[in-house]
Nanobody, 123 residues
């Protein structure tokens, strides 16, 4: 499966953005999909993930209550709605696909990655 993330940009603190991850080459709902982010000089951190049937969603504590991950009705897209953005949310955001089951918070569990989209939050 090939993944493409888009929707990043520059936004003021308190604003919102919606990231999209579009898959091609395979059926997207056969994968767990996760969003990760990486700020300059830091490791790639887990943000959120969604199960195959969208029955379960998981979030990092830092984004819980502000971000929402969901699957699109077209089945080949996953979204990350980001509200109440803070300057510390500034990072490159990546979507990823995993063939494992259960909650997966670690980048090593994801074999398929999109190219990343930059999110910059100005304070």
């Amino acid at each position: 499966v090939q993944l493409q993330a888009c929707g990043g940009g520059l936004v003021q603190a308190g604003g919102s953005l919606r990231l999209s991850c579009t898959a091609s080459g395979d059926t997207f709902n056969t994968y767990i999909v996760g969003w990760f982010r990486q700020a300059p000089g830091k490791e790639r951190d887990f943000v959120a993930s969604i199960s195959r049937a969208a029955s379960y969603t998981y979030y990092a504590d830092s984004v819980k209550g502000r971000f929402t991950i969901s699957r699109g009705s077209a089945k080949n897209t996953v979204y990350l709605q980001m509200n109440s953005l803070k300057s510390e949310d500034t990072a490159v955001y990546y979507c990823a696909g995993s063939t494992y089951y259960g909650r997966r918070d670690y980048a090593r569990d994801y074999a398929y990655w999109g190219q990343g989209t930059q999110v910059t939050v100005s304070s």
